[in-house]
């Protein structure tokens, strides 16, 4: 069980910020989701400033100067080249300034506009420098690698993908970092840029005029989506003489072509069809429902049984799903739920409904 660390001690919290970098190889953040690190990582910072104005007892000095972090300020250099020699050991590249991720933002902000500013000023300690030139990009860098490599990527996921990455909210990162990068590096004209910002901007526009936009993309999906559908549609119903059975389908295929009607004819009644659209739904439409082919085949089952029994109906429940079915048309007429189109066919065989044009008139509610 994780204890409240506003109730633990001094010393207690002390081996619990020590516990926690040794189990996550970092010092906390104050940017982390997690409340605990972020706790950790308040409590760090008061005692750093503690520290620096002599307000600990010499057994928390003691203590605090033995933890595993850098007890001096907050985010020194050293701490950060940590930090970006863990990043690039873990992820075989820089951070990017794109980046979602705050924690890698951050990390790249202090690439860019600290640790090269101190290279270029040659501000940097021998020590540092050397650790820094044995990050592969960190020193040579004519243009900033990570643009390179995000122009790179973004080739790379167009042509996986057939199109650019949607621009706005995604929640997948990559496409939100790619669509940012894109938004930022053709905001005004080339020809007012740098070469080096120009020929960035103009080598995204070739790749804008070779992709279609992921909208676009998918308009393009969906009109080819709608018309396999409706073949679909028209191949069943002059196959089956019927509208598929929804749900009663087996068969997730069934149950699409059922959700692809039901659209379909929404669209029909809103007038959102083409005119080809508008004569194939409509088609379609002159198909019966399942439950109405079925209806209409026990009724030409019962004629003909009739005028092969000599008028003669099924009588018992020996002979089967005719006379089920001639039962329940007739419990439906009694509760007066038989639809008066049925109501008048059904009395065309005599015998098969009780006499009267309503259950109600026939007295037998």
């Known amino acids: 069980m994780t204890h409240n660390p506003r109730s633990m001690t001094w010393e207690e919290r002390c081996a619990h910020l020590a516990t926690w970098v040794n189990l996550n190889g970092r010092t906390p953040s104050q940017l982390s989701e997690d409340a605990l690190e972020r706790s950790c990582y308040g409590w760090l910072t008061e005692n750093r400033k503690k520290l620096q104005a002599g307000k600990l007892t010499p057994t928390q000095e003691q203590l605090f100067r033995a933890l595993p ?49 101190k290279i270029k000023k040659g501000g940097l300690g021998a020590a540092l420098l050397k650790r820094a030139e044995a990050i592969p990009g960190v020193v040579s860098f004519a243009l900033i690698p990570d643009q390179e490599q995000t122009l790179h990527e973004l080739s790379e996921y167009a042509a996986r993908n057939g199109h650019l990455p949607p621009f706005g909210v995604s929640d997948n990162k990559e496409e939100y970092r790619l669509s940012s990068w894109i938004r930022n590096n053709t905001r005004g004209r080339p020809e007012d840029k740098s070469p080096t910002l120009r020929a960035r901007h103009e080598a995204i526009l070739l790749l804008m005029d070779r992709y279609p936009a992921a909208a676009d993309m998918e308009r393009e999906r969906a009109i080819r989506r709608r018309e396999e559908w409706l073949r679909d549609l028209e191949a069943y119903t002059e196959e089956h003489q019927h ?119 026939a007295g037998e509610l």
């Open 69 to 117: 972090v850098s007890v001096v300020s907050r985010n020194t250099i050293h701490d950060r080249m940590d930090e970006l020699e863990r990043f690039y050991t873990a992820n075989g590249r820089l951070p990017l300034t794109t980046a979602v991720d705050s924690e890698e933002k951050s990390l790249a902000t202090f690439l860019v506009a600290n640790l090269r500013a």
């Open 243 to 361: 509208h598929p059975p929804g749900t009663r389908g087996e068969g997730e295929h069934l149950k699409r072509l059922t959700a692809a009607l039901t659209a379909f004819r929404k669209d029909l009644g809103a007038g959102k069809l083409s005119v080809e659209e508008e004569v194939r739904v409509k088609a379609i439409l002159t198909f019966p429902s399942i439950q109405d082919y079925e209806w209409q085949s026990s009724f030409e089952a019962l004629v003909e049984y009739a005028a092969s029994h000599d008028g003669r109906l099924p009588g018992t429940w020996g002979e089967g799903k005719l006379f089920s079915w001639l039962t329940f048309q007739r419990r439906q007429y009694r509760k007066g739920t038989l639809a008066r189109d049925r109501i008048e066919r059904l009395r065309v065989i005599e015998g098969a409904l009780p006499a009267g044009t309503h259950a109600a008139e």
